[in-house]
């Protein structure tokens, strides 16, 4: 009787044992399908896992300043006066926007994208720029942060100052902002995206013209001209770009700027003898006296009809990619039949 209690009791651990053994393998063979299904194995799952508690959450960049700034992994709340059509080209929506007139100008040709984002007076007082909280700065020359305002910024968020050198140049600026941004691929890929857009209308300009047509961008303001420099803006879109002709006037003028724009002579235009006249006029509706001046009414493109006229809320007066296209479009739909 003990020897049959001995066995049965050795019978049962053995059972037991069995069954454990059967439930641990049952067990391991759906973990290892699991894995299985979703791709990852155990050792990738412990790789990611470490990979994103390794991730940074922020960068150290150096400006044009040379100041070492942290920048947030992905910021929220930017502030980046007068460059908002390099942010709107990377799809980033800034929580103030540039504005002049107490908030009443706006760059009116980025709105379809930034309806809605309250201005910023373009001076950036430090009240202001507080007042909206923001995680990132960035500012476009140096002259913006002369003395101690970069101190002052840099108190309010983290302050990147692109430089005159890059800011002059659309595509480099937006280059940089991209890196900035941590969105290098999508700002080079905007860039060749804009590239082969000018070809196309490039060809269809030249097509229309011949290839031998000129033209010059002219702004009214207060009854006094000016005249887009060759390398900046409208006058990039059309010599760089377009491949309209360059009149020696504008090249003149253009050697000699200190801005976008300089201050020209109705004589002068008249001495132009150019094809087109692309003129933004800041004083339609406020008489516009200078167009009913007899020079200008000699001018061969004003007596045969080649001045195509726009509002100063146009983007003529801009640069960057948002406003280089629409310049684009509006010599092509002007001189394009």
């Not at 003898?273 to 061969?300: H, R, T």
Request: a negative charge; glycine letters at 6%.
């Amino acid at each position: 009787m003990k020897g049959d209690i001995y066995v049965f009791k050795n019978n049962k651990k053995t059972i037991m044992l069995l069954i454990t053994v059967v439930v641990m393998s049952m067990w391991l063979a759906a973990c290892g399908s699991k894995s299985a299904d979703s791709g990852t194995t155990a050792g990738e799952t412990n790789t990611a896992t470490e990979a994103e508690t390794e991730a940074p959450t922020e960068r150290t960049l150096t400006d044009a300043m040379g100041h070492e700034v942290k920048i947030p992994a992905n910021p929220e709340r930017i502030i980046a006066s007068y460059l908002e059509d390099h942010l709107v080209t990377l799809g980033v929506k800034p929580v103030a926007q540039w504005s002049i007139n107490n908030g009443s100008g706006l760059q009116s040709y980025l709105q379809k994208d930034l309806n809605g984002v309250p201005g910023i007076a373009s001076d950036l007082p430090f009240e202001a720029v507080t007042s909206f909280s923001p995680d990132l700065i960035i500012m476009g020359s140096e002259s913006t942060v002369e003395g101690e305002k970069y101190e002052q910024y840099s108190k309010i968020a983290p302050t990147y100052v692109l430089g005159d050198d890059i800011n002059k140049d659309s595509r480099q600026a937006l280059l940089k902002i991209g890196e900035i941004l941590n969105q290098s691929d999508a700002a080079q890929k905007a860039l060749d995206d804009y590239d082969a857009k000018a070809k196309e209308i490039k060809e269809k300009v030249a097509s229309a013209t011949g290839g031998t047509k000129s033209a010059a961008a002219l702004w009214l303001l207060k009854n006094k001209f000016y005249v887009v420099s060759n390398n900046v803006s409208s006058g990039e879109v059309m010599y760089n770009e377009l491949g309209l002709l360059e009149p020696e006037v504008v090249k003149e003028a253009s050697a000699k700027a200190t801005g976008n724009w300089s201050e020209i002579s109705l004589e002068k235009i008249a001495e132009m003898d150019v094809d087109y006249l692309f003129l933004v006029n800041s004083d339609k509706g406020a008489g516009a006296e200078a167009l009913k001046d007899a020079v200008w009414q000699s001018i061969p493109a004003v007596k045969s009809g080649n001045v195509f006229e726009f509002e100063r809320t146009s983007s003529w007066l801009y640069s960057g990619i948002q406003a280089n296209i629409q310049i684009m479009e509006d010599i092509q739909n002007s001189i394009v039949k």
